[in-house]
Structure formats: structure tokens, C-alpha cells
T-cell receptor, first 114, second 116 residues
Framework: AQSVTQLDSQVPVFEEAPVELRCNYSSSVSVYLFWYVQYPNQGLQLLLKYLSGSTLVESINGFEAEFNKSQTSFHLRKPSVHISDTAEYFCAVSDRAGGFKTIFGAGTRLFVKA | DTEVTQTPKHLVMGMTNKKSLKCEQHMGHRAMYWYKQKAKKPPELMFVYSYEKLSINESVPSRFSPECPNSSLLNLHLHALQPEDSALYLC???????????????FGNGTRLTVT
């Protein structure tokens, strides 16, 4: 069965500092991995996804994530954060066996301080 | 702006009321979802419709009744709810096809429901 573990419930960081949000998954088959972001009073938005191919994927606003099969990880990184990056970040996994079911991690609250 | 539109944004209802949540998308997606999200928690899947047919019901109590009138619309009918049903209800859609399991979800901004 699939599962997703986000190791940090909250990550406080100063503006312009780098950040890493950790995500580990378990699945017995090939997986597809996603990061979603949720700003206050909004729904979730897709930030980036790994389906196949290059293990390093990037978003349009400077985030990147690397798929590491041996460590079953898909950590999210940004070299320099902005106040506007303050949000809840969810790592998610799906696979062929799960069909329409996407499994979400518990979420990590990124809080960027001035 | 989100491409999945949910109405109303906020809803307060008593335990004896009947109300409906509405969701609309025009991206041509043929899978539509209802999720429930409690504060500081991830979304929990409730229902999935694929090609307007109920595909998944995650053992949701019968006081929640989904409906998919056409490929663009998804409703959630509410009746005799309990205070613990208060939550953010999110609608989502995705493509359907040979690789539906890797198609990302497109979420609306949700309906904040309070049951008094």
C-alpha cells in the first residue's frame, strides 16, 4: 500500500534563505509523485510533478524536487525563499494500483520570516 | 484564478437543514472528486466520478449524497449533518485515460462549511 511521510510539520525560515521540505514515500510499484501548495483560504495547486524521465523537476517559481528511488524520497527545495512562499505544502503519490486515489502526506507548514 | 469553481464560498447550516455544494469545471476533465479537509490536515477523498458515473465512495455517511449531472458539474447534497462535519470541502478534477493515475488534480478554492 502507498504511504507518504512528510518529516516536518512546520519549517520556519528567514526570507532569502534556502529551504528543504522532506518527503518519503512507500509503494510496491512504480510511483508518480507530486507536490501541491495550499495558500490560506484557497484550494491546493500543483507545484510540480515527477512522472518519468529526469529525476530533477522544477516549477516556474523556483522550487525543485529530486526523485530518489533508492532512498524513496522526493524532497522539495528552493535556494532563496520569499515571504509569499508562506503556505502549506503537501507531498502526494499515486500509482497504477491506486487508480484515481492520490495519497497525501500530512503537510508541512512553511513559514517565511522577514 | 482557479479553473474549478465552487459555490458557495461559505455555508452555515443547522443539523436539520438540506443544502447543496456546487462545483463546475470547463477543462474537459472527465474525472471529478470531492475531498474533505479539516484544519491543519491533508485532504481526505470522499467520492470520485469518472465519465459521470460514481467510481469511488470512500465509505462516506449517507448524509452526504453526490451527484454528477453532466461532465462539467458536480454537486454534493447535504442533509442532517453533524457539527463534526464542519470542514473545507474541496472539489477537484483530472484527466481520464490510459494514465489516469498520473494525471494531477486541479482543485477549486473550496466551500467552508460550518454545521451548527
Amino acid at each position: 500500500a502507498q504511504s507518504v511521510t512528510q518529516l516536518d510539520s512546520q519549517v520556519p525560515v528567514f526570507e532569502e534563505a534556502p529551504v528543504e521540505l522532506r518527503c518519503n514515500y512507500s509503494s510496491s510499484v512504480s510511483v508518480y509523485l507530486f507536490w501541491y501548495v495550499q495558500y490560506p483560504n484557497q484550494g491546493l495547486q500543483l507545484l510540480l510533478k515527477y512522472l518519468s524521465g529526469s529525476t530533477l523537476v522544477e516549477s516556474i517559481n523556483g522550487f525543485e524536487a529530486e526523485f530518489n528511488k533508492s532512498q524513496t524520497s522526493f524532497h522539495l527545495r528552493k535556494p532563496s525563499v520569499h515571504i509569499s512562499d508562506t503556505a502549506e505544502y503537501f507531498c502526494a503519490v499515486s500509482d497504477r494500483a491506486g487508480g484515481f486515489k492520490t495519497i497525501f502526506g500530512a503537510g508541512t507548514r512553511l513559514f517565511v520570516k522577514a | 484564478d482557479t479553473e474549478v469553481t465552487q459555490t458557495p464560498k461559505h455555508l452555515v447550516m443547522g443539523m436539520t437543514n438540506k443544502k447543496s455544494l456546487k462545483c463546475e469545471q470547463h477543462m474537459g476533465h472527465r474525472a471529478m472528486y470531492w475531498y474533505k479537509q479539516k484544519a491543519k490536515k491533508p485532504p481526505e477523498l470522499m467520492f470520485v466520478y469518472s465519465y459521470e458515473k460514481l467510481s469511488i465512495n470512500e465509505s462516506v455517511p449517507s448524509r452526504f449524497s453526490p451527484e454528477c449531472p453532466n461532465s462539467s458539474l458536480l454537486n454534493l447534497h447535504l442533509h442532517a449533518l453533524q457539527p463534526e462535519d464542519s470542514a473545507l470541502y474541496l472539489c477537484a478534477s483530472s484527466q481520464v485515460g490510459g494514465s489516469s493515475y498520473n494525471s494531477p488534480l486541479h482543485f477549486g478554492n473550496g466551500t467552508r462549511l460550518t454545521v451548527t
